[in-house]
């Protein structure tokens, strides 16, 4: 409620908070502040003198946007005759009635709202400018651009809270679980704080603020603003440790601490993030500000930084990497973006829907790192001419991948080209569930089929079917196998040498173990072994490494996994093959026990426990404990080490504070072993009635 001076014509002006919130599914947002989605009417109300004599006197309503009135906008009175915002008027005398109709295509903002007594020719008797209230994107407006006209969509991708993050190898796929929080207390503010500080809004603020109706163009600035490279984003970008500075990228489970803690530093940015943070990052903002948005996972997913489509490695004779520009082609065992859902009106038709937005800071884009939007349809055809940054996205998911050797005299030798071991098992969450939906065929027509080529022709590449692309094959096939390890374990790993000729073949093998890393780099060596190998015609020869868990142990990162390489080189003979493996560890999981229906505001009990699975102690054991709208987060440090195969057990009570489905989280750190997730999904109801 907002008054005046009760001797004025306008006495109070009712912004009927809880009524339009809920209307406009803004509720979970806040429910005391006035938060409506563009493209539908909201209603408020306005008690007026009865001695102001009405008959001779008018409301009008003006907005203000921009912290310096950057945007003035007059709402016109009457009946819906041209687009632009526009109120109805019910009653003259007493308490009016206003329904204000914002378009669909309405600047999304923090609106001021002034209420003015005017008389028939215009002057103004009285201005009420207390009233305030917040406008998002509609995406159930049928005419905005964010509109999905399918409400299960609507629901996971706007209205849920909680997600999925799919990690590892395409071969072997993890997940964790996620926190988005886009109703969370004060993320809204931080979104528009976000906005208000990206490099275009500080260079002219009434430029940026009147391209805040386009969801391209917001979409382009958050892409930019999730990450601090060359402007006051959000995140830092780390990708090795140490992390002592800041907080391990594997250490966050909710985007919302680092969103709060950049707004409460006076945006400074957080450290640290990797990409599935970044992309958790933007998919929080993106929803709370009502566009729907999906966190994506591409695995094996290459970096080419030189817009080739093609993914080198070069190795010396030794197997070691070599990197004269100091920047290489890569590819990350995994990559994670976002899609946002919008049409494309400054495109062609045939470009709505998903765009690809990729707020890990890699390559440029028009001066700044950011990435996207691009219509997911545009990869998927090769129209790699179209807004923003297509070549870079195809070569994602499409770039083939060549391995060199360098000779000592500094030629070249082509020892293996992969051209369908690149956008493998794209995934997001289910709507309809927390099971994994595979959308590559999204991205990309099935490997080797015709419209695959095409689309290669198309993209300005030639057919990828040229013998000349491909090392030629040895005598010899080689091939490896393991199963997958237990962190903690020796284990082997097994390469199979299958000789297909008549002849005996005889070869020299090196197999190289490295620590692996999610993105490829920063790899180290921690076995090696060479030996001269003979093979029968026709037969398989089996060479096995054994991985132990002292030596690598000491080396491996917090993605907990290695690399196997393989190379073959025949003797007497100019033929070189190599196969390559990554190999993720299975951890342990923290269990937890709770009921899976409980009731807000009652007590509930339950335990978390956890089993150390390595052959030594772990020291500083640190279990730490949250979930939004169930406990805040939590604490609980050990008493003394944990054995071997030793089981701990933690009792857990808590009150639940917000309804709807909840997860609890569990991560436990210690000396030796980091990062292990738990987590369990809690349905709250209201009452205990409401469970049956």
Not at 1 to 25: F, K, P, T, W
Not at 31 to 38: A, E, T
Not at 321 to 326: I, K, W
Not at 548 to 573: R, W
Request: glycine share 8%.
């Amino acid at each position: 409620m907002m008054m005046a001076n009760h001797r004025g014509h306008i006495l109070d002006v009712d912004l009927r908070c809880r009524e339009n919130n809920s209307a406009h599914r803004t509720r979970e947002i806040d429910w005391n502040r006035l938060i409506v989605r563009r493209g539908q009417p909201f209603a408020i109300s306005v008690q007026c003198s009865p001695e102001s004599g009405f008959g001779q006197t008018q409301l009008a309503l003006v907005l203000h946007l921009g912290k310096r009135d950057e945007v003035v906008i007059k709402v016109e009175k009457g009946d819906r005759t041209k687009d632009g915002w526009w109120f109805r008027q019910e009653g003259a005398h007493g308490k009016v009635q206003l329904t204000v109709h914002s378009p669909a295509d309405a600047i999304i903002g923090h609106y001021r709202l002034n209420v003015l007594a005017t008389t028939t020719d215009g002057h103004v008797l009285e201005k009420n400018d207390k009233a305030q209230f917040h406008l998002l994107y509609n995406p159930w407006c049928r005419d905005d651009a964010v509109y999905i006209p399918d409400e299960k969509l609507l629901q996971e991708y706007i209205m849920n809270e909680n997600g999925i993050i799919y990690v590892g190898t395409s071969d072997y796929i993890g997940s964790r679980h996620w926190h988005f929080g886009q109703f969370e207390e004060n993320v809204m503010d931080i979104c528009f704080e976000i906005l208000d500080n990206s490099n275009e809004a500080l260079r002219n603020s009434q430029k940026d603020i009147k391209q805040r109706w386009d969801p391209v163009y917001v979409g382009r600035i958050i892409s930019a603003m999730v990450n601090s490279n060359g402007d006051r984003g959000v995140l830092v970008g780390r990708w090795q440790e140490p992390y002592t500075d800041g907080v391990s990228p594997s250490k966050w489970t909710t985007s919302v601490p680092i969103l709060q803690k950049w707004s409460n530093g006076g945006a400074r940015p957080v450290k640290y993030g990797q990409c599935w943070v970044y992309a958790a990052v933007a998919c929080t903002v993106l929803r709370c500000l009502g566009i729907p948005t999906r966190h994506i996972t591409n695995f094996a997913s290459a970096h080419d930084t030189d817009g080739n489509l093609s993914v080198d490695f070069l190795l010396n004779e030794k197997m070691e990497s070599l990197d004269s520009r100091g920047r290489s082609d890569s590819s990350w065992n995994f990559h994670c973006w976002v899609e946002s859902w919008m049409k494309r009106e400054d495109l062609p038709q045939g470009n709505d829907g998903w765009q690809v937005l990729d707020p890990t800071p890699q390559e440029l884009s028009d001066g700044q790192f950011c990435c996207g939007p691009c219509p997911v349809a545009a990869i998927k055809e090769g129209n790699l001419t179209v807004k923003y940054d297509a070549p870079f996205i195809f070569a994602e998911v499409n770039a083939d991948i060549i391995h060199w050797i360098v000779r000592r005299d500094g030629s070249r030798q082509k020892i293996r080209v992969s051209q369908d071991s690149i956008g493998l098992n794209i995934s997001t969450k289910s709507v309809f569930g927390n099971s994994r939906e595979d959308v590559t065929s999204h991205y990309k027509y099935p490997e080797g089929s015709k419209k695959e080529r095409e689309v290669y022709e198309k993209a300005g590449r030639r057919g990828r079917d040229s013998s000349s692309d491909r090392a030629k094959p040895g005598k010899l096939q080689m091939s490896i196998k393991h199963a997958k390890p237990v962190f903690g374990s020796d284990f082997d790993v097994v390469v199979e040498l299958k000789n297909d000729g008549g002849v005996e073949a005889n070869a020299r093998l090196t197999l190289l173990a490295m620590v692996g890393t999610y993105n490829g780099l920063n790899r180290k060596e921690f076995e090696r072994e060479t030996k001269n190998v003979s093979v029968q015609a026709h037969k398989v020869h089996k060479e096995v490494l054994r991985v132990h868990y002292e030596k690598y142990s000491k080396h491996v990162s917090d993605h907990h996994m290695i690399n196997v390489m393989a190379l073959l080189e025949a003797q007497g003979e100019n033929e070189v093959d190599m196969v390559t493996a990554k190999i993720p560890f299975s951890l342990p999981e923290v269990l937890i026990e709770v009921p899976s229906k409980v009731a807000v505001h009652q007590t509930v009990t339950g335990s978390i426990s956890f089993t150390n699975p390595l052959p030594v102690p772990l020291k500083r054991g640190v279990f730490t404990v949250e979930g939004a709208g169930l406990v805040s987060p939590t604490v609980v440090k050990m008493n003394g080490d944990i054995g071997p195969g030793q089981k701990v057990r933690l009792d857990l009570t808590f009150t639940p504070a917000r309804s709807g489905v909840r997860n609890l989280m569990v991560d436990f750190d210690s000396d030796r072993l980091q990062d292990v997730k738990g987590a369990a999904t809690i349905i709250v109801g209201n009452h205990y009635l409401a469970l049956n």
